[in-house]
DNA sequence: GTCAACAGAATTTTCGAAAATAACAAATCT
DNA sequence: AGATTTGTTATTTTCGAAAATTCTGTTGAC
């Protein structure tokens, strides 16, 4: 694994995981120290996540972390409903054995994890795994766009989610595992339209947590 | 402009254009000399466009122009005739008047530049102008997570339509510039329905004309 | 008191060379 | 003869310093 890469997983985790605060100015002599490495792989790990949106660039400027607003991650979630319910519907037609055992899998991790919550369970572990369980619906859909464009939009809304996960009583009475079995149920089961009633309506209530959250801490 | 934005510019317009062939690598000492300037602006476009997927990268084997396939054409077209159909349904329903007269002036712009395509009319400008004019269609949508995603995938399949518009004769038989003026129509008119079918027409079209030249040429 | 111009500092951008790695060819051993 | 090791070359990757640019605080004029 060459520098470059190192420092692109390493600011990127940074950034998602809000260590690196929105809008905060990235100086390079400052991420030279923090990461322990010259500036080349650093110039070239933030290019890359300016293309990504994660961070933003004004030339001969520097780089700061992207900001976050209340409209764009409505916006995001919105388009995520969109092309995931359009993924999973070709999912549910094309995928196979493989696909499905791999949701079963996922969801069966996620729980094991969920259920260590509450005894101080790893939070990003937690993280990882959802994640993970929400790309095991997809992966089959046979797109690598709609693959994409989910990890780009995934990885934008992680960053609002972090605050109500880092959170960890007020879960304002949802319980996510039985979303999430539901939606995994359905799925399996090949109905589709309800898989994608079900998915529409877990990121809506997502979206709706978040904005309660971002309306209380500003 | 720094040299690394030039870098980025003549390197993604050479390699959509395909002066730099899909499948080429591209080494740094050529490129050095090509575009005359040292490794580090170099290295820091390639990899903005590596993660807009133009180019690839093999850590430690350097980078290559992103091959094409027909596979990767379709579900890029199928994606955007998704998204483009919701973008423009929100961008009729929050159009205004600066909306309207921006796609009345693209779809004119565009016409004057057809019609002098068979008096040797320069072709790039033909190919910008029809990039503005879809851009225009859906610039109201109110989404920029949809614009952006628009972008990717407009680059993306113009380097599948650019063998097209170099073989000046074969027209199959289209009046493109009908196809844009019923959409523009159709939009103009907040008829959604009619201007989504049509649009999703105008891509499917093109997918199969593209579809049958790579048949042909490989 | 306010604004503009100017020096000095801080920062980014770029370059050229050194270090690291992979690909290739030749030689040695089984 | 075939396979494995060794040395050479080509290429990428990284660093450290120099160049270019922007920002900041101060001075001077109006």
Redesign the pocket.
Known sequence: M???EKAYAALRHDIIRGELPPGK?????DLSTRYD?????L??ALNRLQAERLVE?V?????TVAPLSLAEMEDALRLRILIESEALRSAILLGGDDWASGIVAALYALKLQVDRRSEGGDVWELETRHHAFHRALLVACGSVWMLEFFERLYTATERYRIPILLDQGAESGRDIHAEHAAIAEAVLARRADDAVALLAAHYTQTAQAIAAKMAVTG
């Open positions: 060459t520098l470059a100015p990235l100086r390079m002599a490495m010259g500036f080349s792989p110039r070239e660039a030339a001969l400027r520097g780089f």
